[in-house]
């Protein structure tokens, strides 16, 4: 979420009646209810997030990693789940709204966003030895979606923003490594980012 600052704060300084009306709307039982409800908020917040992350993360994750290694893992394992979200490209025909050209750049901006979070996802899911981190993570992109950076540069509290989303980024990269230290997950993780290919692979 730190990752995420100043999009939140964005919403926070965008939301017309204040962010606790905000969190206080969306945290009652009926607009809940209406979520749930949802077969497209389901498949983004819920479904999505918890299938992709058991195939992509933990099936793929512990087969690739004895045969290249971890590092090698988390940069190809993001692969396949780029590639997995080309199917996007079938709705969009569908709708007949967009050119080839304009579906062709948003497949390669997908897969390009779709890989980095992937390399994301399975660093922590190797770090910390749980499932639950990488489906949290995911469920929360899905809800925040891509930052929007062109409405923070036209924003009248643009100084403000630009400074929340590079505190984000800061913040985001001094507290990755000690925030997944395996010690605070209470397991020996599945392996380290040092370990060398098994032998047994070949």
Known sequence: MML???PLV??????????LFEIKMRCNLRCLSLCVRDLKWMRNHIVAPLTEELVFRACMLPVLVPCTGPTAAIFICPLFFGVAHFHHITEQLRSGCDTWGDILITAVFQFAYTYVFGIYSAF?????GHLLAPVLCHSFCNC????EFGRA???????????????GVALFLLCLLPLTDPFFYGVTPICTLFLNPRAFCS
Do not use: A, D, N
């Open 4 to 6: 995420f600052l100043g």
């Open 10 to 19: 964005q919403l926070v300084v965008e939301s017309p009646k204040g962010i």
């Open 124 to 128: 922590i899911f190797i770090r910390t």
């Open 144 to 147: 925040m979606g891509f930052p």
């Open 153 to 167: 540069l036209k924003h009248p509290l643009r100084p403000v923003l630009l400074f929340c989303y590079q505190l």
